[in-house]
């Protein structure tokens, strides 16, 4: 689907045509994001919310424009969308924002599937804080234990955050369910966005979670741009985590008041460009659909599974029925490292190691693992090739 959208599919690798496995660590970006960041910075780019000058008129409006863009395509309101670097930095803000209300004895209750991202900032928190880190359950499939994440959450609960979609497992959390029922228990509830809104609808208003954290560079836009959708009226209620331009309304030597939300969390010049990158990411998916896109990656997908079911000795990590985007798996007998140099070398880009989330990884008995993920440019032919090439590194190696 539209892979002659994507500039880096014209260059080989080693000799061979590139096949992109790696998009749930990174994807690639179409020519109109390219286009629309150059265009920017060659035409009218200027800091933001400053200059009483023409091009700092336009880049101003070009960035609260992207901020619409954002507000649109998850469902929620501008004011509830705050630019960040990324999700890492998204999910940090609110550690160091929301967080920094808890006190000692208040519990924070995550998946055991989670990102290092919204994980660690947490461990900083409870380190410093005294709040306590409890872990739902993940079952040998690679769902959430139902069961489990209900006897942990408690009225000692003060937050919820869950993953959308597991990086490792490929599986989707029920994070409309998980929401509901930590609101019931007056929990609020982050939700780290990374994988799931890349191949599935979302909308804020349905799901009804607090925090949303996502970044653009899984989205097919730029690096350095994020976003977190927090809802204002909290927010505002809030002191700020990072201090500087931008985000005061007064400032003496002795004390500062500060701007509402957004502004109030976006300190110093944001990332103008990326922003503007990540709007027409975001666009350029709207135009074809996510439903089309979901409908593309399950012909993909499902032939992902198939083939490599075929293969000898491939042992998946959780439930290969349920994997959506990606499959993290093994070759027993092989070591995951050997045989992804010998796909890098026929062209082929897959991720090994613990994908940034070593307990979950651990939890299935093993310290590595090969992933294999998919974007919308991925192909049925994709999927031939890399299996060819894994049957081909096995020989090599055998
Ligand atoms: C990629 C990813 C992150 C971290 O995103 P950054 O862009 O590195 O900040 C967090 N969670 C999940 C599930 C991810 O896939």
Known sequence: MNKKDFPIFNEKIYGNPLIFLDSAASAQKPETVLAAMEKMARTYYANVHRGAYYLSEMSTIA??????????????????????????????????????TLLPGDEILLSEAEHHSNLVPWQLLAAEKGVLLRFARVTDDGLLDMDDFKSKLSSKTKLVGMTHMSNVLGTLFPIKEVTRLAHESGALVLIDGCQGIVH??????????????????????????????????????LSPWQGGGDMV?????????????????????????????LAAALRYLEGLTLNAIETHEETVMNALKDELWSVQGVKPLGNMALKK??????????????????????????????????????????????????????????????????????????
């Open 325 to 398: 985007s990606l499959i993290s798996f093994n070759i027993e007998g092989f070591h995951p490292q050997d045989i992804a140099m010998l796909l890098d070398k026929q062209g082929i880009a897959v991720r090994v190691g613990h994908h940034c989330a070593e307990p979950v990884t651990e939890k299935y008995g093993v310290s590595s693992s090969i992933r294999a993920s998919i974007g919308l440019y991925n192909d049925l032919e994709d999927v031939a090739a890399f299996i060819k090439a894994l049957e081909k590194a096995k020989a090599i190696l055998a």
């Open 249 to 277: 309304k007064t400032v003496t030597f002795e004390k500062s008041t500060f701007a509402e939300t957004p502004a109030r969390f976006e300190a110093g010049t944001p990332a103008i460009v990326e922003a503007v990158g």
């Open 200 to 237: 599935e609808k979302v909308d804020m208003r349905d799901i009804g979670c607090d925090f949303y954290a996502s970044s653009g560079h899984k989205l097919y836009g730029p690096t350095g741009i994020g976003f977190l959708y927090a809802k204002a009226e909290l927010m505002n209620t």
């Open 63 to 100: 960035y609260e424009d992207a901020r619409k863009t954002v507000a649109r395509f998850i469902g929620a309101r501008e004011k509830d969308v705050i630019f960040v670097r990324g999700a890492t930095e998204g999910m940090n803000l609110v550690a160091q924002t929301y967080g920094r």
